[in-house]
């Protein structure tokens, strides 16, 4: 969620923006009266499946545009965190004080350790986890040094994916097994390091063999097979264990594989093609602020779309809509805030 001006990353981040919008309105269709042998659930599986790739595009990117600005002593690290720690933690605090001010008016119960809990974890927009992504990536950042003189060894990319195969593994005992507890919807930075590290790699280094022709008999297939074998680990988790929540999570060995190939898919389309969807683009540009307040938007329109019976009845066709009014009132609502209000508080404390 970076500000750097390359159109075929705006892209990326206007797909991956729309595809957590898309997640993220499951949770008001398909999901919501949720039964073992409900009709709609193998579908779900798939839906989400598909749009699964988001979160880790987005840590790609993050590490794909910190890899351009190397860090070379401790006053570098000193200005690299201030700046990209105010920069995600501001807007973060603000909209999360917001939500949880909210709750506490509208249920009249205040209490501080709860807030407190809730801020550290991501939790603000409770039982929803997407701010989680704030605090992982911010425990990123700090270990970004550490990363790149891992990075410069032999076994470095090898240590990481070895790290990250057992923060998954620790999601499949507890999540299936109840083997130990770990902090669902607040995930360590250990459970998606692999795709800062990617982007690291990616970004630091010479990157044509995306560009090569051979590659084009690679990717296409290399994505829908991945794709398959997630959706068929996600309906063996429905099937077998009754756990929706993990059978549509991203945090699964199979998903990691499918956003691994996305991610590599987007290198080699963007080495091969120089024109990008201009809506993307735009989308893309008002990424983070649509992240930050989607939720509150989304609430609002799923109140509105789900009293039209028909088109609720028709879920394909409700996701549909309420994906596209969600994102659409979100970027309406930032480019009129821009419009009214100073551009540095727009930026630093806003999120836009």
Same mark, same amino acid.
Request: hydrophobic content about 50%; overall charge positive.
């Given at each position: 969620?970076?500000?750097?001006?390359?159109?075929?990353?705006?892209?990326?981040?206007?797909?991956?923006?729309?595809? !957590? /919008?898309?997640?993220?309105?499951?949770?008001?269709?398909?999901?919501?009266?949720?039964?073992?042998?409900?009709?709609?659930?193998?579908?779900?599986?798939?839906?989400?499946?598909?749009?699964?790739?988001?979160?880790?595009?987005?840590?790609?990117?993050?590490?794909?545009?910190?890899?351009?600005?190397?860090?070379?002593?401790?006053?570098?690290?000193?200005?690299?965190?201030?700046?990209?720690?105010?920069?995600?933690? &501001?807007?973060?605090?603000?909209?999360?004080?917001?939500?949880?001010?909210?709750?506490?008016?509208?249920? #009249?119960?205040?209490?501080?350790?709860?807030?407190?809990?809730?801020?550290?974890?991501?939790?603000?927009?409770?039982?929803?986890?997407?701010?989680?992504?704030?605090?992982?990536?911010?425990? $990123?950042?700090? &270990?970004?040094?550490?990363?790149?003189?891992?990075?410069?060894?032999?076994? #470095?990319?090898?240590?990481?994916?070895?790290?990250? &195969?057992? %923060?998954?593994?620790?999601?499949?005992?507890?999540?299936?097994?109840?083997?130990?507890?770990?902090?669902? #919807?607040?995930?360590?930075?250990?459970?998606?390091?692999?795709?800062?590290?990617?982007? $690291?790699?990616?970004? *630091?280094?010479?990157?044509?063999?995306?560009?090569?022709?051979?590659?084009?008999?690679?990717?296409?297939?290399?994505?829908?097979?991945?794709?398959?074998?997630?959706?068929?680990?996600?309906?063996?988790?429905?099937?077998?264990?009754?756990?929706?929540?993990?059978? /549509?999570?991203?945090?699964?060995? *199979? *998903?990691?594989?499918? *956003?691994?190939?996305?991610?590599?898919?987007?290198?080699?389309?963007?080495?091969?093609?120089?024109?990008?969807?201009?809506?993307?683009?735009?989308?893309?540009?008002?990424?983070? %602020?649509?992240?930050?307040?989607?939720?509150?938007?989304?609430?609002?329109?799923?109140?509105? /779309?789900?009293?039209?019976?028909?088109?609720?009845?028709?879920?394909?066709?409700?996701?549909?809509?309420?994906?596209?009014?969600?994102?659409?009132?979100?970027?309406? !609502?930032?480019?009129?805030?821009?419009?009214?209000?100073?551009?540095?508080?727009?930026?630093?404390?806003?999120?836009?």
């Amino acid at each position: 969620m970076q500000r750097e001006r390359d159109p075929s990353f705006d892209a990326f981040r206007g797909l991956a923006i729309i595809a !957590v /919008v898309a997640i993220h309105a499951t949770f008001f269709g398909f999901s919501r009266g949720y039964s073992p042998t409900g009709g709609w659930n193998l579908f779900l599986v798939a839906y989400c499946q598909l749009f699964g790739f988001a979160v880790p595009a987005f840590i790609f990117i993050s590490g794909y545009w910190i890899a351009k600005k190397p860090i070379k002593s401790l006053e570098d690290y000193k200005t690299f965190l201030i700046r990209r720690l105010t920069r995600i933690l &501001i807007p973060y605090f603000f909209w999360s004080f917001i939500l949880l001010g909210y709750a506490a008016i509208k249920t #009249g119960d205040i209490n501080v350790y709860q807030v407190i809990f809730k801020l550290m974890t991501g939790r603000a927009c409770y039982p929803y986890y997407p701010y989680f992504f704030i605090i992982m990536i911010a425990q $990123l950042y700090v &270990i970004t040094p550490l990363l790149h003189y891992i990075n410069r060894k032999p076994y #470095g990319l090898t240590l990481v994916l070895i790290l990250n &195969i057992i %923060g998954l593994l620790l999601q499949y005992l507890s999540r299936l097994f109840k083997v130990i507890w770990y902090p669902a #919807g607040t995930l360590p930075f250990y459970s998606w390091i692999i795709f800062y590290t990617i982007g $690291l790699l990616i970004g *630091s280094r010479d990157k044509k063999i995306f560009a090569s022709k051979n590659m084009r008999v690679f990717i296409l297939p290399a994505v829908l097979v991945s794709l398959l074998i997630a959706e068929l680990e996600g309906i063996v988790v429905l099937s077998k264990y009754g756990n929706m929540f993990f059978a /549509v999570s991203a945090t699964r060995y *199979s *998903s990691f594989l499918y *956003s691994t190939c996305i991610i590599f898919g987007f290198l080699y389309v963007r080495e091969r093609f120089r024109y990008q969807p201009r809506f993307l683009v735009a989308i893309g540009n008002y990424s983070f %602020g649509i992240f930050l307040i989607h939720m509150i938007v989304l609430n609002r329109v799923v109140n509105i /779309v789900q009293k039209s019976n028909i088109i609720y009845s028709l879920q394909p066709l409700y996701q549909l809509a309420v994906v596209f009014i969600t994102i659409s009132l979100c970027f309406v !609502v930032i480019s009129i805030t821009r419009k009214l209000l100073p551009k540095s508080f727009c930026h630093k404390v806003l999120g836009f």
